[in-house]
T-cell receptor
Framework: GESVGLHLPTLSVQEGDNSIINCAYSNSASDYFIWYKQESGKGPQFIIDIRSNMDKRQGQRVTVLLNKTVKHLSLQIAATQPGDSAVYFCAEKSSGSARQLTFGSGTQLTVLP | GAGVSQSPSNKVTEKGKDVELRCDPISGHTALYWYRQRLGQGLEFLIYFQGNSAPDKSGLPSDRFSAERTGESVSTLTIQRTQQEDSAVYLC?????????FGSGTRLTVV
């Protein structure tokens, strides 16, 4: 089936720097994308989402960029803080499916002091 | 409730035993999902319930896995004759339209 993958399994950034986490997807029918943050021992938490008719969406300190031409999604975190250390998953929903999300394998973000 | 509640939070069982995992979704959420997460991996879809419609069981890995949901309330995931490869965190999520809310999961260890 279709897959959602991440370019890097781990990412280390200095506190205060910006972080960019990338995600590639292969399903051309994907119409909705979500980024989740999962801290150790907890379930994934919603961060931000974007629909396929948009190419950028901003939240508080986070921005999601969508490039449908190359099927690429990125999450940018501004002024990364120690509390941002977690595993980040991208997920996509196909326009042909009933709300089921396909998740990538995740990127471990570590914020260095 | 305020969030999705799962129980137990941890379960250690002997190989060959049956286990039941419980999920209490957010009140009013019509959709409920079960996912499996192996150590260091992403989320693997297991089953999806939507209201009173027939569930989508396409992700269940074998006939040892089954799940039930009564209406739009509690769901139970049952694993029969557990195997060591069943060891994982089992996550439940519920949603109304978009925006899945996950529980904290049940960590299952089969010894």
């Amino acid at each position: 089936g279709e897959s959602v993958g991440l370019h890097l399994p781990t990412l280390s950034v200095q506190e205060g720097d910006n972080s960019i986490i990338n995600c590639a997807y292969s399903n051309s029918a994907s119409d909705y994308f979500i980024w989740y943050k999962q801290e150790s021992g907890k379930g994934p938490q919603f961060i931000i989402d974007i629909r396929s008719n948009m190419d950028k969406r901003q939240g508080q300190r986070v921005t999601v960029l969508l490039n449908k031409t190359v099927k690429h999604l990125s999450l940018q975190i501004a002024a990364t803080q120690p509390g941002d250390s977690a595993v980040y998953f991208c997920a996509e929903k196909s326009s042909g499916s009933a709300r089921q999300l396909t998740f990538g394998s995740g990127t471990q973000l570590t914020v260095l002091p | 409730g305020a969030g999705v509640s799962q129980s137990p939070s941890n379960k250690v069982t002997e190989k060959g035993k049956d286990v039941e995992l419980r999920c209490d979704p957010i009140s009013g959420h019509t959709a409920l999902y079960w996912y499996r997460q192996r150590l260091g991996q992403g989320l693997e879809f297991l089953i999806y319930f939507q209201g009173n419609s027939a569930p989508d069981k396409s992700g269940l890995p074998s006939d040892r896995f089954s799940a039930e949901r009564t209406g739009e309330s509690v769901s139970t995931l049952t694993i029969q004759r557990t195997q060591q490869e069943d060891s994982a965190v089992y996550l439940c999520a519920s949603s109304l339209i978009y925006g899945y809310t996950f529980g904290s999961g049940t960590r299952l260890t089969v010894v």
